[in-house]
């Protein structure tokens, strides 16, 4: 189907009942300049706050999830544990693994057993340099650290997500064999951690920065590296991008070594639209040059162009379960 002229838009496809639907955003090409502008002197000013700074400008916990159940169990706030992400904020991971803590675990597969969530993404709350709306969620190994930004499932308000997994884990072996491969849970590095491979990496690619470019990458976050970039500094950023180049042509090495143990999920996804009357607002917003802009809801599988307004909603349901409980062990 071909898109409307003039419209610039961020988009997310779901498929539901044998047909596609797209999500997106309308914005003016007039005015993406300013927003572009705007976006990145917040982003400036949001990596120079300090931790608990941050916190404040994203939801809480009790704002995020109205309701939560595991097994048809009730959740309480001890099983989620806190973590900040520079590109999404305040996050909040359920059964994180910890000391003294038993893990939830499941004996069932299919919706009966899973993880339920009602999250409020509280739409009307978003700053006005925010472009899309929603959630995003990763299924990981409760013994590491997400990585929303290349892992995880876009979660769109107004949907009702299902989330079936399918469990893999790879067991490699040290030196002196072909693998070589890192224990990273028995290891602990004074100057941060490096309990998996992704933070070994992160580490490394922090290390290289700041001995190259005297400061590091603000959206990668180690407490030891508080010298952050200056994103308005065209010769900083252009020592990063350096960096990151070199490291691509893998003239920069790090000595990461594999894992050992690597457990990966196998993510299937399938969303169906899900309204709740209370939480319907009619999205329509006044620019400064009265030009407008609103959500729409695209049907990819008819011919014709017309546009179908879409009401914005804050709310969406995510549940996610096993669909088997085979685990393919290599």
């Known amino acids: 189907m071909q898109s409307p002229d003039n419209v610039n838009r961020n988009s997310t496809t779901i498929t539901s ?68 992400n520079m590109q999404y904020g305040n996050c909040y991971t359920f059964n994180r693994k910890e000391d003294g803590k038993e893990l939830k675990k499941v004996s069932r597969i299919g919706p009966q057993s899973a993880l339920e969530l009602e999250l409020n993404v509280m739409v009307d709350s978003y700053l006005d340099v925010t472009q899309t709306v929603g959630a995003r969620v990763v299924i990981h190994n409760p013994e590491e650290d997400p990585n929303p930004e290349e892992d995880g499932v876009n979660i769109s308000p107004g949907f009702e997500s299902h989330i079936s997994l399918l469990k893999t884990s790879i067991h490699r072996l040290p030196a002196p064999y072909r693998d070589r491969c890192g224990n990273y849970m028995k290891k602990k590095d004074l100057n941060g951690s490096t309990k998996s491979h992704l933070d070994c990496t992160r580490k490394c690619i922090l290390d290289l920065s700041l001995n190259i470019c005297s400061c590091v990458n603000p959206f990668i976050r180690i407490p030891a590296f508080d010298k952050g970039c200056d994103f308005k500094n065209s010769t900083q950023m252009s020592c990063l991008n350096h960096v990151a180049d070199a490291m691509h042509r893998k003239e920069l090495i790090c000595h990461c070594p594999v894992p050992c143990t690597t ?37 990819v599988n008819q011919n014709k162009t017309n546009i179908k307004y879409a009401h914005v909603v804050s709310h969406a349901k995510v549940e996610v379960f096993y669909r088997s409980l085979d685990h393919t062990i290599y």
């Not at 995020?64 to 900040?84: A, G, H, M, R, Y």
């Open 263 to 299: 457990t990966a999920y196998s993510v299937d996804v399938g969303s169906s639209p899900w309204i709740r009357d209370s939480s319907i607002r009619s999205q329509l917003n006044v620019l400064e040059n009265g030009e407008k802009w609103t959500l729409e809801l695209y049907n």
């Open 17 to 84: 009942g044998g047909k596609k639907y797209i999500s997106s955003f309308r914005l003016p090409s007039a005015i993406k300049e300013k927003y572009l502008y705007k976006e990145d002197r917040f982003m400036n000013f949001y990596a120079k706050m300090d931790t608990e700074s941050r916190k404040r400008y994203g939801y809480m916990l009790q704002e995020l999830i109205k309701k939560c159940s595991f097994n048809s169990v009730l959740c309480n706030e001890t099983d989620f544990t806190f973590f900040q």
